[in-house]
Nanobody
Framework: QVQLVESGGGLVQAGGSLRLSCAAS????????MGWFRQAPGKERQSVAT???????????YVADSVKGRFTIYRDNAKNTVYLQINSLKPEDTAVYYC????????????WGQGTQVTVSS
């Protein structure tokens, strides 16, 4: 059974940092796209960062313009885990953060975690 389990969320003051983790189980995700998404109350879910296998041991990272320079995505395949490092947190970063994976780049993300809450106080 494939599972994605996020952790690392919490309440933090503006300007602080968090590292979110997404531990995958059930199979290896070495060649999968993996991404982080977030959904704030009353807003649509948005992609914030993705990591895509491009062959061999090479991955391409994409970070949304709105968070570029503050968010970093990286993965540790030995641990089957993808991380999202968030620095200089802002109140507008408050949201539920979800991890997702897909094996087919042409399809929607088909594996999702349960989400982890990030709340940033001003």
């Amino acid at each position: 059974q494939v599972q994605l389990v996020e952790s690392g969320g919490g309440l933090v003051q503006a300007g602080g940092s968090l590292r979110l983790s997404c531990a995958a189980s059930g199979r290896t995700f070495t060649r999968d796209d993996m991404g982080w998404f977030r959904q704030a109350p009353g807003k649509e879910r948005q992609s914030v960062a993705t990591t895509t296998w491009t062959g061999g041991s090479t991955y391409l990272a994409y970070v949304a313009d709105s968070v570029k320079g503050r968010f970093t995505i990286y993965r540790d395949n030995a641990k089957n885990t993808v991380y999202l490092q968030i620095n200089s947190l802002k109140p507008e970063d408050t949201a539920v953060y979800y991890c997702a994976a897909r094996s087919d780049k042409g399809q929607k993300y088909n594996y999702w975690g349960q989400g982890t809450q990030v709340t940033v106080s001003s």
